[in-house]
């Protein structure tokens, strides 16, 4: 798991969502990569520059190290995230090949150089410190884009988004599912009416996670398609039934 910001920071402390994913036999790592808050300036500025480096390779890392020691099936390693955090799966997804077997973004940012035109007031400079200032920088920025690497997306991708946010516009997962529906990959987009950066309503919620338990479930082959009620993966290797 990918937290947010990107210089935020997952604390070790009880989460009723982590317990949702260990109460069904997945184990769970979430990764302070370098840049998190917490450890120091030190370990923040890691990231300076560095935002789409650094980030992925810890979390490849820990997925791996996590697999060496027995802790979790190296077959079936799956990176997910939020906003940023979804940012860094997608982008897993494009540089570490053969590492992950699925990728799950909520919200995630697949186009850095439409993020830096376009985000809130409020982050509109963000960018220029985790990467290089805009559009000065503008070549990093695509290079480290997910969208500008579709040819290499190497696994099935859940894409959760809502329609009114406005800090990743709904058009960056709309063009990531359509890059992988264009590759045959399983892929499935759903949408949240009304939702922004974030989902605040709890059926939103609940149906968020239940669409990503039913995913990993029929890419992971873990649970029975009549379990939950379900999403439409397109190119799914496996039936409904099967």
């Known amino acids: 798991m990918c937290h947010g910001g990107p210089t935020g920071f997952s604390a070790p402390s009880f989460k009723a969502s982590t317990q949702y994913w260990t109460s069904r036999g997945l184990a769970v790592l979430e990764v302070n990569y370098g840049g998190s808050a917490g450890y120091g ?18 979390c490849a890392g ?4 996590a697999a060496d020691q027995g802790l979790a099936d190296p077959a079936r390693l799956v990176i ?3 906003s940023a955090g979804g940012y860094t799966a997608l982008r897993a997804l494009t540089t570490t090949h053969a590492t992950f077997a699925a990728a799950i973004s909520l919200y995630g940012v697949g186009d850095l150089e439409a993020l830096a035109r376009d985000t809130h007031k409020f982050e509109s400079r963000y960018l220029d410190g985790l990467i290089g200032p805009y559009p000065a920088a503008r070549d990093l920025y695509v290079e480290r884009s997910p969208i500008s690497h579709v040819d290499r997306l190497s696994a099935p991708i859940l894409l959760l988004q809502g329609t009114e946010d406005k800090v990743v516009p709904p058009a960056q997962s709309a063009a990531m599912a359509a890059a992988a529906r264009a590759k045959g990959l399983p892929v499935a987009l759903v949408m949240f009416d009304g939702e922004g950066h974030g989902f605040r309503r709890a059926e939103s919620i609940q149906a968020s996670y239940e669409a990503q338990l039913y995913f990993l479930g029929r890419i992971l082959r873990f649970v029975p398609a009549d379990v939950l009620p379900g999403i439409r993966i397109e190119n799914e290797p496996i039936q409904p039934g099967q």
Do not use: C, N
């Open 41 to 58: 300036r030190a370990y923040r500025e890691r990231l300076k520059g560095a935002w789409g480096l650094v980030d992925v390779r810890d």
């Open 62 to 65: 820990g997925a791996l190290a």
């Open 80 to 82: 997910m995230g939020g």
